[in-house]
């Protein structure tokens, strides 16, 4: 069974509020709304399954290749076109695409073929049901349509804030975070150096763009140009850290 999304955890954020499926595939995890497969997403060392896919059949490929020219067939599952993470400008491609897979008749995404029946068929569909999860978001976010200092100011729980959830509740929990007054008193500058800290999966600017869109009560696709240059620039300044030398025999 594949493990939580870790890097890629903030593509889930991206999906539709009123539901969507969720289920373990080849190692990574594959996105499903109503019986239509529309994403996935692997997180590997293998360059080959380290990014994102997005099933696309056959003959609507060139439309979507001439759209986004990023997307190439993947070379064991043509079906898919991939984005790889190393992809320059990743975090903005990646929202775009979604936008156009989830447009009403769209072309993008697939409705994979009923299997035929075997004997172990109903076994099968036990284990599917067991490693699949059904997400549901459809919960409304507190304060949402309110001016930003508004929402701050009423903010109890990290949750209250937009772009961040229970999971982020417990990730800030982690490193002595535990209410959103102590958040909007650190900071986001204050708030990803913890977390780098804590754990270096988190120097990422997506991150960064949710904290800030948090602050200020925006969607954290949609924070300015300035406040996402002024994220990633803050983020490389952050040092790498060291990989673990290996011990000599």
Avoid: C
């Avoid at 599952?77 to 897979?101: A, C, M, N, Q, S």
């Avoid at 949402?144 to 804030?161: F, G, N, W």
């Amino acid at each position: 069974m594949a493990k939580e999304p870790g890097e890629l955890k903030w593509i889930e954020e991206l999906l539709p509020e009123e539901g969507y499926r969720r289920k373990s595939m080849f190692g990574g995890f594959a996105y499903y709304i109503d019986d239509k497969i529309v994403l996935l997403i692997f997180e590997s060392d293998d360059k080959r399954w380290n990014g994102t896919m997005f099933p696309v059949e056959r003959e609507f490929q060139p439309q979507a290749l001439k759209k986004f020219p990023e997307l190439s067939p993947h070379v064991i599952l043509p079906k898919w076109l991939y984005l790889p993470l190393h992809t320059e400008g990743f975090e903005e491609i990646v929202p775009d695409i979604l936008r156009e897979v989830l447009r009403p008749s769209s072309f993008w995404g697939s409705i994979p073929k009923p299997k035929g029946k075997k004997g172990n068929s109903k076994k099968r569909k036990n284990v599917e049901d067991e490693i699949s999860t059904k997400i549901d978001t459809r919960k409304p976010r507190l304060f949402s349509d309110e001016p930003a200092e508004d929402v701050l100011k009423k903010a109890k729980k990290i949750s209250d804030l937009k772009n961040l959830g229970e999971v982020t509740e417990k990730q800030f929990a982690k490193i002595g975070i535990t209410t959103a007054q102590q958040f909007i008193k650190l900071g986001w500058k204050k708030t990803m150096k913890k977390l780098i800290e804590y754990n270096p999966k988190y120097r990422h600017s997506l991150y960064a763009y949710a904290l800030i869109g948090a602050l200020t009560n925006t969607e954290f696709t949609h924070i300015s140009d300035e406040e996402k240059a002024e994220a990633k620039a803050f983020i490389k300044s952050i040092p790498k850290p060291e990989a673990k030398k290996k011990k000599s025999k």
